[in-house]
């Protein structure tokens, strides 16, 4: 490993100070694919950095919660309360990002449903015998 990119030994350290442990799967492919998780701690620095980012780190841990729960990614939600856990993040914030996972989840069926409403519009037009 080059002096800028890390061991993978030092990404799992850091994995386990941030989030208290490392996910399974990440301990896993430290041993069958270390590129990945290399390309793993690369990604999770663009997407949520220690410096300079807009979102505070709580706030980060909580949009990333409501999002591993709204795709049903069980490893990330599992990850992120780990860290909510270590950060120390209060239950009614928990909560909300719940809240707003479930909302958006439940908006998403809404939306899919569209056609469903425009025949249901087109019987209370034309009603059928």
Do not use: W
Not at 60 to 67: F, H, K, P, Q, W
């Amino acid at each position: 490993m080059s002096a800028t990119q890390p061991s993978t030994r030092q990404i799992l350290e850091q994995m386990r100070a941030s989030m208290g442990e490392v996910p399974p799967a990440i301990e896993k492919a430290a041993s069958a694919d270390e590129p990945m998780v290399a390309e793993q701690a690369r990604s999770s620095a663009f997407a949520m950095p220690t410096e300079g980012g807009a979102l505070d780190p709580e706030t980060r841990t909580l949009v990333y919660l409501a999002v591993a729960l709204a795709t049903s990614n069980h490893a990330c939600t599992t990850a992120m309360v780990d860290r909510a856990r270590k950060q120390g993040i209060a239950s009614a914030k928990l909560l909300e990002a719940f809240h707003i996972a479930r909302f958006a989840l439940a908006t998403l069926v809404v939306g899919n449903a569209e056609p469903v409403f425009d025949l249901v519009n087109e019987h209370a037009v034309s009603p059928m015998d």
